[in-house]
């Protein structure tokens, strides 16, 4: 399908982390989801949760973004890309001093990243996070 046009290949020897993310206002609770994919697009493990009692959205993006570098790491990835559609996580691990009121978040966010020998991370269109973001509506 269209999803596999927009999808784009992490370089050789690297695995590439879609995150999807689906949220419920009615009842705070957040879906998340990662799919792991290698340098020819191969599915090699994808997995899911919910996160309730959420104070808002932004919470819930933060934890499912935490969520799915410690799995990720979980299953010995050394060099792994993580793409995710959301501005404001992927500017604070990029560029901390640009987004001062995140601090705290982009350390936490740095140090699980520093279990990785490399990593980066990356604005995804929905579009090519969209298997992700289907597995993540179904559990909200």
């Not at 705070?28 to 919910?50: E, I, P, T």
């Not at 009121?101 to 490399?118: I, N, R």
Request: net charge positive.
């Amino acid at each position: 399908g269209n999803a596999a046009v927009s999808w784009k290949a992490p370089p050789e020897f690297w695995v590439k982390c879609n995150i999807g993310f689906s949220w419920s206002k009615r009842n705070n609770l957040a879906g998340a989801s990662w799919v792991l994919r290698d340098d020819k697009g191969v599915v090699l493990l994808h997995s899911r949760r919910a996160f309730a009692n959420l104070k808002n959205v932004s919470e819930g993006k933060f934890l499912s973004f935490c969520w799915a570098i410690e799995s990720i790491n979980s299953h010995r990835v050394r060099q792994v890309i993580f793409e995710l559609d959301d501005v404001c996580l992927v500017g604070l691990v990029n560029r901390p001093q640009a987004w001062p009121s995140f601090a705290y978040q982009a350390a936490e966010l740095h140090l699980l990243l520093s279990a990785f020998v490399d990593w980066k991370v990356v604005k995804g269109r929905m579009e090519s996070n969209r298997g992700a973001n289907l597995i993540a509506q179904s559990v909200t």
